[in-house]
């Protein structure tokens, strides 16, 4: 599929073969892209909550379809070579939806609902959102920017938490 080697994709020539071949079959009717119900028919991600976000995540064009290249450059980022600051930004946009750099009250409330499906009702989980909101928000404008979250998630070792070791 031709992906050059380089700093954005720290992957070595063997590792973006295998990336090839598993994306090769992932992609079950041979578009060469992945839609979203291809992630699904994966055991592993048909359960987690958050596919669809991070499936928003990876494509960087916004058609709704991973390329080759979108999945190798995301997967980039959580590999051991992505840094940590990588790592943080793909985990900040799971929360910031509409990608305006900031997570609001709005956001952090749709995807923790994702998450804790009808574990929380809504107003339980409303005031975990709040609370999250007024402990993250220095500045007090009412959302999270990405310095506020880091802050937020520098005792949670994100890095090791958020690297994919390939085999």
């Not at 009717?29 to 592993?44: Q, V």
């Not at 070579?81 to 900031?102: A, M, V």
Request: proline letters at 3%; glycine letters at 8%.
């Amino acid at each position: 599929m031709g992906i050059e080697l380089s700093k954005e994709i720290p992957f070595t020539e063997q590792e973006l073969i295998m990336l090839e071949q598993r994306f090769r079959r992932l992609d079950v009717d041979g578009s060469g892209e992945l839609e979203p119900n291809e992630f699904f028919d994966i055991p592993e991600l048909a359960q987690n909550p958050l596919v669809q976000r991070v499936i928003s995540v990876f494509d960087k064009n916004g058609d709704g379809n991973i390329s080759f290249y979108e999945f190798v450059t995301g997967l980039s980022r959580l590999s051991a070579g992505g840094s940590e600051e990588d790592k943080l930004r793909f985990l900040f946009r799971i929360y910031d939806i509409n990608n305006d750099g900031y997570i609001s009250n709005g956001e952090l409330f749709k995807v923790l609902k994702m998450m804790v499906g009808n574990n929380l009702n809504d107003i339980q989980l409303q005031q975990l959102v709040d609370r999250t909101i007024i402990k993250a928000d220095e500045d007090f404008d009412g959302k999270i920017s990405f310095p506020e979250f880091c802050n937020m998630v520098k005792d949670l070792d994100i890095n090791e938490k958020l690297t994919l070791h390939f085999n």
